[in-house]
């Protein structure tokens, strides 16, 4: 094997590079064959990340083909040392070695010298005008002279610097060109790496699920190689971090930190994790944390002379302090610095080191420096994909610190308006609950405008602009993937088999660990869903909201800076009251959630206890709201956090016809809805519940046309099939809440759990939807006011109304519950009233009646 095919194969299969490098070394290699064996040790251990080893390799390699006449193989070994010496942070040493070998070169060797100057150039010292030069004049040295791995090469070099000085669409076609080069030579690592390079290009053109997906391939690839990317978990940490998934994020940098820190690697890739892994941190709010991350990475980029990367460490590092309440005097000097730093090499980051400097010197009611960097954000508003929701923040604090309240309200409604358009790009409902949170200041700006002047309706039209957001957007469907349904089949049987094996003795680690590997492969093939841009949104309008309500009243609730408030809405009019701290509510709440589950599992008498917490629970969420609200129906918006709330456990609400919605815009689609022209029942019966078939049995003497599915036939399949397009479905079966994972919830079948994700398979929800399983009602809160659950996801695809629980609940004590509720529904009743007017006899069943809440209408 000569010098170059072992080069190669140092870049696509590592492994196998190493081991004939050390063989041949082993015996008796001629100068040339031992140059060759320590370059190609050399490249596979910097790409390893034991950057000191391949130092040492690389400059044995160095001696051996000086002692040959082989002058061009000298140049690009010294070129290789070049590189290591400035990702070891020895830059001057690695730059003047780089700067060495290029002068007086033509031809294909020209070409492969330009590719490394310019890597390291661009990737490494941010210097982009002088890499692009270098990567232009590579490329037109090596096309067309059938060197198809360094042409490869030349337009992966020359597409990573165009993406870093923004030109997405050139770069992505550079990319996609070295990806077919590579694949063609062969390059097994090259060709991940350049699919990993299409991710971050999809990324910056704002496409996060191509992106994630692309990545996920990319990882794949070298993982299967035993190959560490640092550069591949960095990219895919950023991306995480910008879907929310800041979990995700932290075990993806923590574990890339973990392998490269025990293999003692780079410093200079070392420095791009420890940044990355401050901002997941800070993004978890651990800021002590996050600050000593990025202080390491500034002082680590600082030693390498890396201008840009130092920079953007020390905005991490100001950003964290920001955070943890630092307003001091030398952070506002840090904060000038390093605008003024980025002015000059990153205009785009220079907005959001502009925006925090302006938010430290406002914090210090220094006026005239907070006017002056805000303006300079500001500017971004209209230039520039990542700088756009930065530079609308920028323009609504500007006004509002100049008392222009007109347009601080137009920036936050721009700003928002560019944050749903993000949002409609992304198909997979977590990361759409996930990316409000981007909104969640100007959304609040807005609102406390609204509270300050008083103003019910403009509370309200506030309240609404950025409440359930992605239930106003149609649900994207996730494509039809074989992959998909094998796996959710697979994981459902995997924990009906651990279930099984529960009830004979603890499940084995084994089981456990492939039921997280299924679950992730579901949770990535749903996250590469693409969106829909092209779709219009039905904007809330309180007139129509007002027609709708015909006799009822709307109660909102409206957290604000732990200040709870109320907006009610009837007989054409919509008032603003004040509750109380929003923490006194999430108590009571939490007290009576414990206190309704303690008294579902007794069923024994019901203690007065119940009905005292009952009144605490109905004055901290209400207030004396109830002295307004006539006699009629309600329907409640609760806020995220309350959710939960047993309402028929008020004294005031205990008879009353309650619907609750996750917003007022739901409330008024749910209400347009048309049930299905034919009437289909379907009646579902799940396993191991204590009593049997015996709720569905009784519930087909009620509905004799019904499909029923029990008895071994309620399987996913059988189920989802049948319920698609229902006019009205009861599920009898335990249900499961996952607090870590809300869209792995589940209502457990004959063959195991019917998932979220497996719900949102379904081509048109059912009309109405009775789900008599345990905390069913739940949800997990995320983003902006977002929920992920059961009854959210049914609420998202279509479905008019569910009846659901809060907690646990006795099978026994359901039954008569729901024959109850189906005979009024059969008299024409919709849920709500259905709900309010089934009354059990006897008070050790009451509890029971009080765990379920109708949503929707």
Request: hydrophobic letters at 45%; charged letters at 25%; proline letters at 4%.
């Amino acid at each position: 094997m000569d010098a170059d095919e072992l080069h190669a194969l140092a870049l696509s299969r590592p492994t196998d590079a190493l081991r004939i490098a050390r063989d041949v070394l082993a015996g008796a290699p001629s100068d040339a064959e031992a140059a060759a064996a320590h370059h190609a040790a050399g490249v596979v251990l910097r790409d390893f990340g034991d950057i000191r080893e391949a130092v040492v390799e690389l400059k044995a390699a160095y001696r051996s083909i000086r002692r040959t006449p082989d002058r061009d193989r000298e140049a690009e070994i010294l070129a290789t040392l070049g590189v290591a010496l400035v990702m070891g942070g020895q830059t001057e040493r690695g730059l003047a070695a780089l700067d060495s070998v290029v002068p007086g070169r033509t031809g294909v060797l020209a070409g492969r010298l330009l590719i490394r100057r310019a890597w390291v150039r661009g990737a490494l010292l941010g210097r982009y005008a002088e890499a692009i030069a270098d990567a232009e004049q590579a490329v037109a040295s090596l096309s067309g002279t059938g060197d198809l791995v360094w042409e490869a090469r030349a337009f992966h070099t020359r597409a990573m610097v165009l993406l870093a000085m923004g030109v997405i669409e050139r770069a992505d076609e550079d990319f996609v060109r070295s990806e077919e080069l590579f694949a063609k030579a062969g390059q097994e690592v090259e060709y991940a790496d350049a699919r990993s390079a299409r991710g971050a290009a999809a990324f910056a053109r704002g496409d996060l699920p191509a992106a994630l997906q692309l990545l996920d391939d990319a990882q794949r690839l070298v993982e299967a190689l035993g190959v560490l990317e640092p550069d591949m978990y960095a990219n895919k940490c950023l991306m995480l971090l910008a879907a929310g998934l800041t979990h995700e994020a932290l075990v993806e940098i923590n574990g890339a930190l973990e392998r490269i820190e025990k293999q003692g690697g780079s410093s200079a890739r070392h420095a791009e994790l420890l940044l990355c892994a401050g901002l997941a941190e800070h993004a978890a709010g651990a800021f002590e944390l996050a600050e000593r991350r990025s202080q390491d990475a500034v002082k680590l980029f600082r030693r390498q002379q890396r201008p840009w990367w130092a920079a953007r460490a020390e905005l991490a590092l100001l950003q964290t302090r920001f955070a943890r309440g630092g307003r001091t005097a030398p952070l506002l000097r840090a904060g000038r610095r390093v605008s003024a730093v980025l002015d000059e090499l990153d205009p785009e980051l220079a907005t959001e080191a502009h925006l925090l400097t302006g938010r430290i010197a406002l914090a210090r009611n220094d006026s005239a420096e907070a006017v002056h960097h805000l303006s300079i954000a500001a500017r971004a508003r209209k230039h520039g994909l990542r700088a756009r929701g930065p530079g609308w923040l920028a323009q609504a604090l500007l006004h509002q610190n100049s008392g222009r309240s007109r347009g601080m309200l137009v920036a936050c409604r721009q700003g928002l308006s560019l944050i749903e358009i993000y949002v409609r790009t992304l198909g997979a409902t977590e990361l759409r609950a996930l990316a409000t949170a981007q909104g969640a200041e100007l959304a609040a700006m807005g609102l406390r405008y609204a509270v300050d002047r008083g103003s019910g309706r403009e509370v309200l039209d506030w309240s609404e602009r950025w409440r359930a957001t992605v239930l106003a957007i149609p649900p994207v469907r996730p494509q039809a993937d074989d992959g998909l349904v094998a796996d959710l089949a697979a994981l459902r049987d995997l924990t009906n088999r651990m279930q099984e094996g529960r009830d004979r003795g603890p499940g084995s680690g084994h089981q456990r660990r492939e039921r997280q590997r299924l679950e992730s492969a579901v949770r990535q093939r749903v996250l590469a869903t693409p969106g829909e841009t092209g779709v219009r949104l039905d904007r809330f309008r309180i007139a129509e909201l007002l027609d709708q309500l015909d006799g009822r009243t709307l109660v909102e609730l409206v957290d604000l800076e732990d200040q709870l408030y109320a907006v009610v809405a009837s007989h054409g009019e919509v008032r603003l009251r004040p509750i109380g701290p929003t923490s006194v509510a999430t108590h009571a709440l939490s007290h009576a959630l414990f206190a309704l589950r303690r008294e579902n599992a007794k069923r024994g008498k019901r203690e007065l206890m119940l009905d005292t917490i009952g009144a605490r629970l109905e004055s901290a969420l209400l207030g004396d709201t109830m002295e307004h609200l006539g006699d009629g129906p309600i329907v409640v918006v609760p806020t995220g956090r309350l959710h939960a709330v047993p309402w028929s456990l008020l004294p005031s609400l205990r008879t009353r016809p309650t619907s609750v919605v996750p917003s007022a815009a739901a409330w008024v689609r749910a209400m347009r809805a048309e049930p299905p022209s034919v009437g289909r029942v379907v009646l579902v019966g799940g396993p191991h519940l204590s009593t049997g078939r015996e709720e569905v049995r009784r519930l087909a003497e009620l509905y004799p046309d019904a499909v029923v599915l029990a008895d071994g036939k309620a399987t996913a399949d059988a189920v989802l099939e049948a319920i698609d397009g229902a006019s009205l479905v009861h599920v009898a079966a335990h249900g499961t809440f996952r607090a870590d994972s809300p869209l792995f919830s589940a209502i457990e079948l004959d063959d195991g759990p019917l998932t979220v994700y497996d719900l949102e398979r379904l081509k048109q929800a059912p009309y109405r939807m009775v789900l008599s399983s345990c905390s069913s009602a739940l949800g997990g809160p995320r983003g902006a006011d977002e929920l992920l659950g059961l009854v959210s996801a049914l609420v998202a695809l279509g479905s008019a109304g569910v009846v659901a629980s809060v907690v646990p609940v006795s099978d026994p004590a359901t039954i008569p519950l729901m024959l109850g509720l189906h005979e009024h529904l059969r008299a024409g009743d919709g849920l709500a009233e259905a709900l309010a007017r089934t009354h059990v006899s006897g008070d050790d069943d009451e509890a029971a009646a009080q765990s379920f809440i109708a949503l929707g209408a």
